[in-house]
């Protein structure tokens, strides 16, 4: 995955209403259109979050944590 990918994610939650209730709901379905291997998938998908705001920040840690893997 590339950073770009990362971007496109948080973009599309940004400006689109029901991909974003769709993310925080169900992130494994609205992550599926998204070029993401299986772990980054599972792992994206596991984040709790209530808010965008929330879900932004825990993908940040989740970026900072694995950056050698996708840089």
Do not use: C, K, Y
């Amino acid at each position: 995955m590339t950073t770009a990918a990362l971007s496109q994610i948080i973009g599309t939650a940004v400006i689109d209403d029901g991909f974003r209730s769709n993310l925080l709901n169900n992130p494994r379905g609205a992550l599926a259109q998204f070029n993401l291997n299986a772990r980054e998938l599972s792992d994206i998908a596991s984040f709790r979050a209530t808010t965008i705001e929330q879900f932004a920040e825990r993908l940040i840690v989740w970026m900072n944590d694995h950056e050698p893997e996708w840089a």
